[in-house]
């Protein structure tokens, strides 16, 4: 089972490391399949969470744990990102106001 956990874990680093490049070059595409490979795949580490307890996990598993931690929060970050010059680009063209306005300092809280 600990074989099964390690190959779930390198696969979802993979595919975040895979969504980070799809997101720095704007590939929808990518992005979609990225999104479906780690829908696929937090099913799979649902079922290891459900049937393992946390103190079983070797260090190797917690290292790519936070690993992927770390990489779907900076990939969360970078959608937000872009999703605000999004909506700015858009209302800059409509002359329309924003729906909702990102706090100042935003970016930096985020990191908190």
Known sequence: MASSLHEALRQMLAVLEQERQ??????????????????????T????????AEPELDDD?????DAARR????????RNI???????????LTG??????????YASMVGR
């Open 71 to 78: 990489l779907n929060e900076v990939n969360r970050q970078v």
């Open 45 to 52: 580490l649902e079922h290891f969470g459900e049937t393992l």
């Open 22 to 43: 799809a997101l720095a070059g704007l590939d929808l595409d990518a992005i979609v399949g990225t999104t479906r490979d780690k829908d696929r795949l937090c099913g």
């Open 96 to 105: 329309s106001p924003q729906l909702y306005r990102i706090p100042k300092g």
């Open 61 to 65: 598993c917690r290292s790519m744990l």
């Open 82 to 92: 872009i999703a605000a010059n999004v909506s700015r680009r858009l209302n800059a």
